[in-house]
C-alpha cells in the first residue's frame, strides 16, 4: 500500500512532528511505501514580508495546491494521511485529493478544525467560544493570538475552510486521539460515522522494571498553560520532594523569583538522556492548565512504567483513566492545593508508586504499543480502499 503523509511543519520541532515521523517509520516498518509532502514556516514568522505570505496562504496556497497536484500524479498513493495543512499547504488542497479520487484520512492532533487556534484557550485557560457560537470572530474579539494580524489570519482561513466545507466534503475519515476530542467535532458538526479514535503511539523501549525514582518529572514547554509554575510553588513548600524538569532552557524571565534547590532544571535532551530521564523519575505530572491532544511526554512515561499525574479533564481521563483502571491520579485543573496532595501520597507511598507504574506499563503494552496501534491503522485503510 503507497501512503502519503501530508504535513505543514511548524518553526519548531514539535510534538506533531515527532507523531509524524512515527506514522511514516512505523508504515514503513510494516512493508508499506511511504511519501511525504511537507512544508515549512520556520524562519517565516520574523519578517513582515514572511508574515503577510502566512497570512494569504493560510486561506489559499496556490503554490500548495499546484505543487500537491503535481505530488499525487508522480507518487499515485492509495491513502492520503494529512496532519496539518497550514499555511502553506492550506485547506484548498483537499480538493485536489478529491478530484484524484483517493481517499483522505485526518489525523486531528488538535482543535484546529473548531478553534482557529487549534488550542480551545483564552488568557491560559479553557475556552470553547468558538464551538459554542458556531463561528471563529472569537479569535479577533479576545485577540486569542496576543497579534491583531494573527488572530485575524486565523480567524479568516477557519471562516473559507468552513464556508467552502474544505473538510466536510474532502475528508473520509477523522483520527481522533482521544474520545474528548471525537465528542467536540461532534458537538461541532463533523459526521459522526466518519470519526475515529487511534492514540499516538511508540515502540517498547524496554521490559518494565520496577524501580521508585528519584524525582517527579516535567517535560515540556515553560508557559503559562502548560501549569510549570505550580510546581515551582510546591516543590518551594516541599523541600522533601526533588523535582526534575525537561524542555527549553530555562531563563530568567520565565519565573522571576527564586528557583528553590530542590528543582533542576534540564533543558533539551537528546532520545537517550530522555530515555534515562523518564527510567530514573519517579512520576510524570502534567499540570496543563488548558485541554491537550495526548502529550507525547505521557506517552514515553507510560512507555516506561511510570504512574502519571494529570488534569481532570480533556483526554486524561481515557489516558490515565479512574477506578480500578487508573495508572496514576487526576487533579481538579488549575487547582494547586489538589495537585499537591496528590504530589505527596504519591510520593511518600512506595507501594503506589510501583502499583500505579505495573498498571501504567501494562495499559502501554495493551493499548499504545506501535504494533498494537499499527493494527488499527491498516484496518482503517484495508476498509477505506475495499
Not at 505543514?8 to 506514522?23: F, I, L, P, R, T
Not at 521508585?212 to 515540556?220: D, E, K, L, P, R
Not at 503494552?365 to 496501534?373: D, L, M
Amino acid at each position: 500500500m503507497k501512503v502519503l503523509i501530508i504535513h505543514n511543519e511548524y518553526g519548531k520541532y514539535s510534538g506533531e512532528e515527532a507523531v509524524v515521523d512515527q506514522m511514516g517509520q512505523m508504515l514503513q516498518n510494516n512493508g508499506h511505501e511511504v511519501g511525504f509532502f511537507r512544508r515549512t514556516t520556520a524562519g517565516l514568522r520574523e519578517s513582515l514580508t514572511g508574515q503577510v505570505k502566512v497570512f494569504f496562504s493560510g486561506i489559499y496556497s496556490y503554490q500548495g495546491v499546484h505543487e500537491l497536484r503535481k505530488e499525487l500524479k508522480r507518487f499515485c498513493p492509495d491513502v492520503i494521511n494529512i496532519h496539518n495543512l497550514y499555511p502553506f499547504i492550506s485547506p484548498a488542497a483537499l480538493f485536489e485529493c478529491k478530484a484524484a479520487k483517493i481517499p483522505v484520512v485526518m489525523t486531528v492532533h488538535n482543535y484546529r478544525l473548531i478553534c482557529p487556534t487549534g488550542l480551545f484557550m483564552r488568557d491560559g485557560k479553557p475556552c470553547e467560544h468558538c464551538l459554542e457560537h458556531k463561528n471563529e470572530w472569537g479569535c479577533i474579539r479576545f485577540n486569542c493570538e496576543g497579534s491583531r494580524l494573527k488572530s485575524v489570519a486565523y480567524a479568516l482561513r477557519g471562516y473559507v475552510a468552513r464556508k467552502w466545507r474544505a473538510y466536510h466534503q474532502n475528508v473520509d475519515r477523522y483520527i481522533c486521539l482521544t474520545s474528548f476530542q471525537k465528542s467536540k467535532l461532534i458537538q461541532a458538526g463533523f459526521d459522526e460515522e466518519k470519526i475515529a479514535v487511534i492514540p499516538n503511539s511508540i515502540n517498547t523501549p524496554g521490559p518494565y522494571e520496577p524501580a521508585t525514582g528519584n524525582y517527579v518529572a516535567y517535560s515540556g514547554r515553560f508557559s503559562y498553560e502548560k501549569g510549570w509554575d505550580m510546581l515551582i510553588d510546591i516543590a518551594r513548600k516541599h523541600p522533601e520532594i526533588s523535582f526534575c524538569l525537561a524542555g527549553q532552557k530555562m531563563e530568567a524571565h520565565l519565573h522571576p523569583v527564586p528557583i528553590p534547590a530542590n528543582v533542576v532544571f534540564r533543558g533539551f535532551l537528546d532520545k537517550q538522556e530522555m530515555a534515562d530521564f523518564y527510567r530514573n523519575a519517579r512520576f510524570l505530572i502534567v499540570p496543563s492548565r488548558v485541554y491537550e491532544g495526548f502529550p507525547l511526554s505521557l506517552l514515553e512515561a507510560i512507555s516506561w512504567g511510570k504512574p502519571i499525574i494529570a488534569p481532570n479533564h480533556a483526554g486524561f481521563h481515557d489516558i490515565v483513566g479512574s477506578g480500578d483502571e487508573a495508572i496514576g491520579y487526576l487533579f481538579t485543573p488549575g487547582d494547586i492545593n489538589d495537585l499537591e496532595a496528590k504530589i505527596t501520597i504519591l510520593w511518600n507511598n512506595p507501594h503506589l508508586t510501583w502499583y500505579y507504574g505495573r498498571k501504567s506499563f501494562a495499559k502501554f503494552t495493551a493499548f499504545y504499543e506501535s504494533t498494537v496501534v499499527y493494527q488499527q491503522w491498516n484496518s482503517l485503510f484495508t476498509s477505506l480502499l475495499k
